[in-house]
């Protein structure tokens, strides 16, 4: 699907067109042996790339605000919520080949689990994080189990019909989650001295972020990542080849809803009042469209989507009600131009130069 | 002549820097010729019916009184921002508009969850916000902090308590059930009936029937009415799922009778439910177009002229002016140098003021809550007809 | 039993309605194995197109066919112009394609239309009823069981005797074969958009003068009738009307005897339970997979 798949990757017993890549590859992004594919960052300017996004996020807070953008540090608070949920998501579709249309139900779940984990018992902030996304977690495991049997459309209306019930749950069990009058959540004290509120959440969503796509490039090239592989390519020859189905079908949803949870959590702090209009079906489906617009099966892909759909509603947010006939036109144009997703533009334009002149 | 030319420039430069720096710090959102005001609302999305009346009816307003000159000669840019009726877009929305549009205030905003959520970010800011409309419960114990609110909206629980009083007091109502909206609005009015039943004695309540705002019909509900055999039926309802119930209720030959919260004073509902919408008593804060009052009709009249396609929503229309102008009123009050607590004195200024929309509106420093009345009125054959005078109910905020 | 009877009479109705969609939805899947999002704007779109035909005064059959067909040209251009360009996307590429089209179908019905809710003149009553005993039907309900079944007949006719049917069955089983033969591919993908599109269309018109026209009427419709379909089998047309009549009657009975807060959660836990028996649905062919 991409370059960096088998055929190239595994060049060893070279067929003549990888040969002839071999020769001539003298960029690090070609790979020559199966150790470089094995690498998360290549060389002095994939390190000096990573040292300047870190930067600039660290940097972020400070520098806006003297550009007179200081408004848009909330956006980048839900970007990086959005971030979590597609790398997450990304794992489950891309990497797996199992499909979720519910998705927005694991975030609704984080997102209360966090506030009256904080609430009701008093943790301090990472306790109630890390506890909602084990919640999550134990959900998506069990929306895993029909998993086992179901594929295509048929898995797609198993987890749509989980997001409508935990909606539906969320508006009726009021005890739990304050019904339709919403759950308030109590600010939580990340103990980052001498920043604002919303600052501090933002290091701390931007961290989640960093980690958690940190956490999702290594997963994808460990075992794991080959055996969730294998299962997308055909379930029934991974599991010759010895991949425990239950296990890793299951693993897939989980670690997918535990990143939901943990970006519920982050929206829970934003928004500091909770209602299960944020979690709609309609929520699902952007979810899913970040990981196809950004490029399936990519950590990068899921990245790039995530961001594009969080920042286009909010520039498009002053043409009113003609916003949502440019947000899809927007949506198709995109498809159209590059059905691989955006990344996957992206690396075809950059192997075309690596290639030239070939 | 050229050394001449030179000086007038010169003085003229100078005399320009010095009305700057000498004159009172700019209010945010304020130049001698504009005021920049914004909102953020459901434009899109399954609830743009609100936002496009509400905010349409707004602009259309802002624009009229643009038409006339403005107010002290500035005139109203007015920003419409879409949330889809999502909090997490409501937030960007307006921490955009205040940071980076500089917005003088805030007019409205729709749903409770979008108020909660915006809630702390106006109080920080110090912003002007102006009619959030969405339940009372938001502003509940923070007296102290909503310096800057100012709200001519009804409440819910006590629209719920009058409207049970009246009709236990004066329709004879043994036996109440309710037909509400599962959300804040729905539950606060079940809530206001079940005191009101509590304060008045004689009645009971017998069935109490939810559905969602998403449900695209209602027939279950209308046969767990008709089975809890409630002579009296108060529906808290937006005007579709309303008329819905009402024919569906009329289908199975259940025939309560009917009294309503004010959203269903929308003239549409005449043709929605048709003869089904005769004799239902309802509660108002607002006369509502077609009622006979001159002034709300060519209110709607101006509205419907500056954009047309305010016809199709007169109601919520209307409400947009009701929500505004106070505020109008607050600005013309504060006199030509503006400032944010000129206007808040000013409107404290206000008793009993009567608009072109709204009626009797009153703030303290005290209080934010604009307007605690109520009247009866009564549909007839596609007319509305007022049965009581004000009924004044205690402020809470 | 005249409680169980009058649920049951509110299940066929919506039965019909959710089989419609199902039907709609399952005949696209099967021929090109697009999961089709816009289905429910689409309808929507039809169903306004006729509402407007009917103010100009046209007479009713005429404004129907009109909605219908403009439901079916939204389908052939979009077939046209966007999937057919698009021929490398992946399926999942292919749903996100559809949900920019719900996106703009919607939008453009809230800008063209506006966003209040309107009453489509319809030739039937649904204030004036039929008493059968003690059960309760309006004109409409009648008018939209019969109505359901005549077009689900149609459409059963049309697939199983004519030779456009063989063809669209032919290219459901097997494109490149089918193409190989003769067969048009193409214009017959065309074809099977255009009759979804337009069954989607007779839906929303059925549905319009129950529940009001407005531009979100077909959000919750949609997403029963795409259950319905998945439960009935994806592959199958006949299994789609199953679908569409259980869940109908699970959801009006379930409402009226336990809760109707929960209906929606209850419908889709007795889908996936289905499922979980038959991971195919009720009547979709098990296929078996090789590696």
């Known amino acids: 699907m991409l370059p960096r798949s088998a055929d190239v990757a595994l060049g060893s017993r070279a067929s003549p067109r990888t040969a002839r890549i071999h020769l001539l590859s003298v960029s690090s992004d070609l790979l020559e042996r199966y150790q470089d594919d094995l690498y998360l960052v290549k060389g002095a300017t994939g390190w000096l790339t990573v040292a300047a996004l870190l930067v600039g996020l660290v940097a972020l807070p400070f520098f806006l605000p003297k550009v007179g953008l200081g408004y848009l540090l909330f956006i980048a608070i839900l970007m990086a919520a959005n971030v979590i949920v597609a790398v997450g998501l990304n794992m489950l579709v891309g990497f797996t080949g199992l499909i979720s249309l519910g998705h927005a139900g694991f975030v609704a779940i984080g997102a209360y689990a966090s506030g009256l984990l904080a609430a009701k018992f008093g943790l301090p902030w990472y306790a109630a994080w890390i506890g909602a996304a084990v919640i999550t977690a134990g959900f998506g495991f069990l929306v895993g189990l029909p998993a086992l049997r179901l594929t295509g459309p048929y898995l797609a209306i198993a987890t749509l019909g989980f997001g409508i019930a935990v909606y539906q749950v969320l508006v009726n069990w009021t005890a739990l989650s304050g019904g339709r009058t919403g759950l308030p959540v109590q600010q939580l004290s990340f103990g980052i001295a001498g920043l604002t509120a919303t600052q501090q959440l933002y290091y701390v969503a931007a961290g989640a972020a960093v980690v958690l796509s940190w956490v999702g490039y290594n997963l994808a090239r460990s075992h794991v990542g080959r055996a969730l592989a294998a299962i997308r390519d055909s379930d029934i020859a991974a599991e010759v080849t010895g991949v425990n189905l239950l296990w890793y079908k299951t693993l897939a949803f989980a670690i997918s809803a535990a990143y939901a949870g943990i970006a519920g959590a982050i929206i829970a702090q934003a928004l500091r009042h909770l209602e299960p209009q944020s979690f709609t079906f309609l929520e699902s489906i952007t979810y899913f469209a970040m990981i196809v617009i950004g490029g399936l099966g990519t950590v990068s892909g899921a990245i790039i989507g995530a961001v594009i759909l969080t920042l286009l509603p909010h520039y498009l947010s002053g043409l009113r009600q003609w916003l949502p006939i440019f947000y899809g036109a927007a949506i198709i144009l995109m498809m159209m131009v590059e059905p691989r997703g955006i990344y996957g533009r992206w690396v075809r334009i950059k192997m075309y130069f690596k290639a030239w002149p070939l | 002549m050229r050394t001449l030319t030179r000086f007038m420039l010169a003085v003229a430069v100078v005399a320009a820097l010095s009305a700057t720096a000498v004159g009172q710090p700019a209010e945010r959102g304020v130049t001698p010729t504009e005021i920049v005001l914004a909102t953020s609302m459901p434009m899109s999305g399954p609830a743009a019916l609100w936002g496009t009346g509400v905010g349409g009816g707004i602009d259309a307003w802002l624009r009229h009184v643009n038409d006339q000159g403005g107010i002290h000669g500035r005139r109203f840019r007015f920003l419409i921002r879409d949330d889809a009726y999502l909090p997490p877009r409501a937030v960007a929305n307006v921490r955009e508009l205040v940071e980076r549009d500089g917005i003088f205030g805030l007019v409205s905003s729709i749903g409770t969850a979008n108020c909660f959520a915006i809630r702390d970010y106006m109080v920080e800011t110090k912003t002007l916000w102006i009619t959030p409309a969405c339940g009372a419960d938001v502003w509940a114990g923070m007296r102290e902090r909503n310096k800057y609110l100012f709200v001519t909206y009804p409440g819910y629980v006590d629209e719920g308590i009058y409207l049970t009083k009246y009709g236990v007091e004066s329709l004879k109502a043994k036996n109440i059930a309710v037909f509400y909206q599962n959300d804040l609005y729905g539950q606060q009015g079940l809530l206001g009936v079940k005191r009101g039943i509590a304060q008045v004695k004689g009645a009971k309540l017998v069935a109490q029937v939810s559905y969602e705002v998403t449900d695209a019909e209602v027939a279950a509900q209308a046969l767990k009415l008709k089975e809890s055999k409630a002579d009296t039926l108060i529906l808290y309802a937006t005007p579709r799922q309303g008329a819905l119930i009402v024919r569906e209720i009329a289908k199975v030959g259940y025939q309560p009778t009917l009294m309503s919260t004010f959203t269903l004073l929308d003239p549409v509902m005449f043709a929605l439910a048709g003869e089904a919408w005769n004799n239902v008593y309802l509660a108002t804060y607002i006369p509502v177009p077609g009622m006979g009052d001159a002034k709300v009709d060519a209110t709607l009249a101006t509205l419907i002229r500056i954009n047309p396609a305010l016809a199709r929503n007169p109601f919520n229309a209307s409400a947009g002016v009701s929500f505004v102008e106070s505020f109008l009123e607050g600005i013309r009050r504060a006199g030509p140098s503006l400032t944010k607590d000129r206007v808040v004195a000013a409107m404290e200024s206000l008793k009993n003021w009567d608009g072109e929309v709204i009626r009797g509106v009153t703030y303290t420093p005290e209080s934010r809550q604009g307007i605690n009345r109520l009247f009866m009125v009564k549909s007839e054959r596609g007319q509305y007809t007022k049965l009581t005078d004000w009924y004044t109910y205690p402020r809470k905020f | ?291």
Not at chain 3, 41 to 66: C, E, H, M, N, Y
């Open chain 3, 1 to 291: 039993m005249t409680q169980l009877a009058q649920y049951l009479v509110g299940g066929l109705a919506t039965g019909s309605l959710y089989a419609l969609v199902a039907l709609g939805v399952v005949l696209l899947y099967r021929s090109s194995r697009v999961l089709n999002f816009a289905h429910g704007d689409i309808a929507t779109l039809g169903t306004f197109v006729a509402f407007t035909l009917l103010g100009r005064k046209l007479p009713f059959s005429l404004a129907i066919t009109g909605g219908l067909a403009a439901a079916a040209l939204v389908g052939v251009l979009f077939f046209f112009f966007v999937l057919r360009p698009a021929k490398e996307a992946s399926l999942l590429g292919k749903i996100v394609l559809t949900l920019g089209l719900a996106l703009v179908l919607s939008g453009a019905v809230q800008v063209v239309w506006g966003t209040d809710t309107l009453v489509f003149p319809f030739p039937l009553s649904d204030t004036r009823v039929h008493r059968i005993g003690q059960v309760v039907v309006s004109e409409t309900s009648l008018g939209t069981i019969v109505t359901g079944i005549v077009l689900m007949t149609l459409l059963y006719v049309l697939v199983q005797g004519t030779k456009i049917g063989l063809a669209m069955r032919a290219v459901a089983q097997n494109a490149d074969a089918a193409q190989a033969l003769g067969i048009p591919a193409r214009k017959i993908y065309a074809l099977t958009w255009a009759l979804a599109a337009a069954l989607g269309g007779a839906a929303g018109v059925l549905l319009a003068p129950v529940v009001y026209l407005d531009p979100f009427m077909m959000l919750d419709p949609f997403l029963k009738g795409f259950a319905a379909a998945v439960m009935g089998g994806m592959d199958s047309l006949p299994g789609a009307v199953l679908g569409g009549f259980l869940l109908g009657i699970a959801e009006s009975v379930f409402a009226g005897y336990i809760s109707f807060k929960f209906k929606t959660t209850m419908a889709f836990a007795v889908i996936i339970l289905v499922l979980l028996v038959r991971p195919e649905g009720l009547l979709g062919r098990v296929y078996h997979r090789r590696v």
